[in-house]
Nanobody, 127 residues
Framework: QVHLVESGGGLVEAGGSLRLSCAAS????????MGWFRQAPGKERDFVAAISWSGGSALYSDSVKGRFTISRDNAKNTAYLQMNSLKPEDTAVYYC????????????????????WGQGTQVTVSS
């Protein structure tokens, strides 16, 4: 089993920054690509960003490209999402998730390619 714990969420004014962390335990972290998703009230869970198992490649949704940066430290079993220039529409619960690279060699934007999920952390951006 894999256990994921997100942290770093909170309340921030528009234009501000937050850094989310996702700590993993229980399996070899480097065996998985890692993704961040978010879900706003009354909306579906949307892809935000993903990073390959090695950290060598990343994908971003158009809505966050240029503002968010995903990274990972396999030695610490931790991944990060640096969020800059935050907007009120970024308000959501943010989830990290792991996708097994043995099954899905390429990093994915689809939630159904991710096996393990954290409990989520709330990000609220005030206008």
């Amino acid at each position: 089993q894999v256990h994921l714990v997100e942290s770093g969420g909170g309340l921030v004014e528009a234009g501000g920054s937050l850094r989310l962390s996702c700590a993993a335990s229980g399996r070899i972290f480097s065996g998985y690509h890692m993704g961040w998703f978010r879900q706003a009230p009354g909306k579906e869970r949307d892809f935000v960003a993903a990073i390959s198992w090695s950290g060598g490649s990343a994908l971003y949704s158009d809505s966050v490209k240029g503002r968010f940066t995903i990274s990972r430290d396999n030695a610490k079993n931790t991944a990060y999402l640096q969020m800059n220039s935050l907007k009120p529409e970024d308000t959501a619960v943010y989830y990290c998730a792991l996708s097994p690279r043995a099954l899905f060699p390429a990093i994915a934007t689809l939630a159904n390619r991710y096996d393990y999920w954290g409990q989520g952390t709330q990000v609220t951006v005030s206008s």
